[in-house]
């Protein structure tokens, strides 16, 4: 009888505590914003905000996805090593790290260095000119992309030196701020590089949320694209149309830091090819190939298909941090003021998924990503110099903003941009020019009170 009474009290609690959730989500998609406006990630929001915030996998899979899933996100943690090994072979000769996860810490960024095993730059090259397909033209003996590690008695094509300069900002209300301004240099390469190349920086970017940038119909990201400036806003975004290896066809772009990748596929698969050195069904000849160093017999050490397509469904599903600070005045006031000094333009809140039949959590879902994809001149000031495909030095796409509140929490620091030169939200915000020089020049204006609003707003994404 007393075991009768205990179930009896957990069932009442159990379905008291669901009730309160349910009026909790039920007050939510009744409010003004007629929906639930924490759901950043739609049916793929995780409600997690400790350091596992990134690597939750979505709602809503079936039992083998599920499985897929976790051998996913087993394999982006795994450590590849050179040679014929049984699973995880392949590594090299020349690579830039042994594993996702050295780079992409905790399914986020990392550091803004170089050559250690835990670095999370690399650099992109090229030279005047364009390849086959419209894309950056590599410089022979080197490509697209500097390996600076190497197998045993295998020479790495070059090291990088990073410095900064410090540069100070003076708001009109007297406060300052101070920029870091870095300057790149290739050391010590294996050969000699040619006059007047061209280089970029590159931070791995954050993980999650991808399947559901990768499910936003074309048409969606070309209705806000205003290459010519015709509403005469001063914003005139612009789509990349890259090369598909696999598809063999020209594409939209959608990832990578100037949109040069069509889909994540093709994301994972050159991350696995020139990052690793690891060749695959999507990319099978080595990176080195036509190089000093290059192996036919490593060439040999494919990645195995199910594993690649492992952890393509690992990125594809890996959800949204929730939007947060709602009990918070400051930030709501905050999330106003983004909207008024025009951030919006370009960090486009709310956009809707396309239908996914096969992954539920991505189908047609109601998503609040803060970007919309397209290029965008940013000035001189971040300019790389480097064409890519259709982007100009200039151009950059625009960056998600979903879940970059909990950056710190989940790497422990805090690094923005393209290259990670930012510190803090501030810093990258004070970075923007070219077609954003309007809207830095607006929060600059603002009052430090107001200014401090809008910084919380964004920790709250």
């Given at each position: 009888m007393k075991k009768l009474w205990v179930l009896l009290v957990i069932v009442v609690l159990v379905f008291t505590f669901s009730m309160c959730h349910k009026a909790d989500n039920e007050a939510f998609e009744n409010s003004q914003y007629g929906y639930d406006p924490r759901l950043s990630g739609g049916m793929a929001t995780t409600f997690d905000n400790g350091k596992d915030a990134f690597g939750q996998g979505a709602d809503g899979l079936s039992a083998r996805q599920q499985e897929i899933f976790g051998k996913g996100d087993n394999l982006f943690s795994q450590t590849f090593v050179s040679g014929h090994a049984y699973i995880y072979g392949g590594l090299g000769p020349i690579y830039v790290n042994t594993s996702c996860g050295n780079c992409h810490h905790n399914e986020a960024k990392g550091t803004p260095t170089v050559g250690g095993s835990n670095s999370s730059l690399l650099v992109r090259l090229s030279i005047l000119g364009e390849d086959g397909f419209g894309g950056p033209l590599g410089i022979p003996g080197f490509g697209t992309q500097l390996q600076n590690r190497a197998v045993t008695n295998v020479q790495p094509e070059g090291g990088v030196s990073i410095n900064y300069k410090d540069s100070v900002v003076n708001y009109p209300d007297g406060s300052t701020i101070t920029l870091h301004i870095p300057s790149y240099a290739i050391t010590n390469p294996y050969m000699s590089l040619p006059a007047n190349y061209m280089f970029s920086a590159r931070m791995a970017p954050m993980t999650f949320?991808?399947?559901?940038?990768?499910?936003?119909?074309?048409?969606t990201i070309l209705q806000r694209a205003d290459p010519n400036d015709a509403d005469g806003d001063g914003i005139s975004g612009r789509a990349n149309y890259v090369y598909d290896p696999y598809s063999k066809k020209t594409s939209i772009g959608r990832f990578g830091w100037k949109a040069n990748v069509p889909n994540l596929l093709v994301q994972v698969a050159s991350a696995a090819q020139q990052d690793m050195g690891v060749t695959n069904y999507v990319f099978p000849q080595e990176s080195s190939y036509g190089q000093t160093q290059y192996s036919a017999a490593a060439n040999d050490d494919k990645m195995v298909d199910s594993l690649l397509n492992y952890l393509v469904?690992?990125?594809?599903?890996?959800?949204?941090?929730?939007?947060?600070?709602?009990?918070?005045?400051?930030?709501?006031?905050?999330?106003?003021?983004?909207?008024?000094?025009?951030?919006?333009s370009c960090h486009i809140e709310t956009v809707q998924t396309g239908t996914n039949v096969t992954i539920a959590p991505l189908n047609n879902q109601?998503?609040?990503?803060?970007?919309?994809?397209?290029?965008?001149?940013?000035?001189?000031?971040?300019?790389?110099?480097?064409?890519?495909?259709?982007?100009?030095?200039?151009?950059?796409?625009?960056a998600p903003l979903w879940g970059i509140g909990l950056l710190g929490i989940v790497n422990g620091s805090t690094y923005y941009l393209h290259d990670g030169r930012a510190r803090s939200a501030e810093e990258a915000i004070l970075w923007h020019g070219g077609e954003a020089a309007n809207a830095k020049s607006n929060f600059m204006n603002l009052s430090a009170q107001d200014r401090n609003k809008l910084l919380k707003f964004i920790a709250s994404l």
């Open positions: 949320g991808l399947g559901l940038l990768e499910n936003i119909p074309e048409a469904f690992y990125t594809q599903t890996l959800a949204v941090p929730a939007r947060r600070g709602f009990d918070d005045s400051a930030a709501l006031q905050g999330a106003t003021i983004f909207t008024q000094i025009k951030c919006t109601r998503i609040h990503p803060y970007t919309d994809l397209l290029l965008h001149d940013m000035g001189s000031a971040l300019s790389d110099n480097r064409p890519d495909y259709l982007a100009s030095g200039n151009e950059w796409r625009t």
